[in-house]
């Protein structure tokens, strides 16, 4: 008798060769597939169009065949081909460098004025203060903040490539072009 009073069909040894077979099958066709199942939806046309897989008996299982949504351009590529292209780029990646820019605003520029004048006759302090308190929060709102943007390096480190990437744009011709985030 097994767990719970019911009759033991199947011994555990087995069930254990069963469930190590199944998941050395699965284990292997998932590392096979994946990672150029995950960047399905990153496959771009050199129009702009999203490629979408297609399939036909004579396809060979580890090659890509994509048809552009807009243009209806075909693209062939073997999967290894892509991968080596992705693995190259992003190996070769170097992050945009990120600069807060500064303009005035017209606001800032009036309050400037503002202060000035009444920094020359300071009959009522307490309006030049509110003035200049006022100043500092308008010029600090001309301060870009940069785009919250995920950590594109990490992310290709641990070579995350469908949440680094962008879109990947594929020519006719193969040409593969990897624009990460
Ligand atoms: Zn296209």
């Not at 807009?70 to 292209?85: K, M, S, T």
């Not at 820019?101 to 004025?113: A, F, G, I, K, M």
Request: with cysteine; charged share 25%; aromatic share 8%.
């Amino acid at each position: 008798m097994g767990a719970d009073g019911y009759p033991v069909l199947i011994d555990a040894e087995t069930f254990q060769s069963v469930q190590s077979r199944l998941q050395k099958k699965w284990g292997d066709h998932t590392r096979r597939d994946c990672p150029v199942s995950a960047l399905r939806e990153t496959l771009r046309c050199s129009c702009g169009g999203h490629l979408k897989r297609w399939f036909s008996s004579v396809h060979k299982t580890d090659t890509l065949y994509l048809r552009c949504a807009e243009c209806g351009g075909e693209v062939v590529i073997p999967d290894a081909d892509l991968l080596a292209e992705v693995e190259q780029q992003a190996a070769e990646y170097t992050p945009p460098t990120v600069s807060a820019s500064y303009t005035p605003s017209e606001e800032v520029v009036r309050l400037s004025n503002a202060i000035n004048r009444g920094l020359e006759k300071p009959e009522r302090p307490e309006d030049v203060v509110a003035l200049i308190l006022q100043g500092i929060s308008t010029r600090y709102a001309c301060f870009e903040t940069p785009e919250a943007s995920p950590d594109t390096q990490r992310l290709i480190k641990e070579k995350a490539y469908a949440q680094a990437i962008k879109y990947i744009t594929i020519t006719a011709e193969n040409g593969v072009t990897v624009t990460f985030k």
